[in-house]
């Protein structure tokens, strides 16, 4: 029962990393959003020169680039996580049989 107990707190603190890791990741999206809207009211005003808007615009692509290797990790972590929660799940089913 307590390593039942050990298991069930792990599912919940897997839980949680995966909730931070949504919201590291919503907040990322945002940014970009952000800064790709920065780019195009600045395009529209035309308040900057041209060199200055590329400069832009590749901050954008980097921050993109960014963005999708971050998203590709975050996934990667939380399949290794849900494999785990899985694993441990599966393992207290089994003791929680073997214990009746």
Known sequence: ????AC???EVTMLSG????LQEEVS???E????AKR???????????SKVAAHWKRTSADAIEERL?????????SLAEADER???HQREAARLTCSLE
């Open 1 to 4: 029962q307590k390593q039942s």
């Open 7 to 9: 298991l069930e707190e």
């Open 17 to 20: 990393l995966n909730a931070g």
């Open 27 to 29: 907040s990322l999206k």
């Open 31 to 34: 940014e970009l959003a952000q």
């Open 38 to 48: 920065q780019i195009k009211v600045e395009a529209k005003v035309g308040v900057q």
């Open 68 to 76: 999708r290797g971050e998203l590709t990790q975050l996934r990667r």
């Open 85 to 87: 929660a899985n694993t």
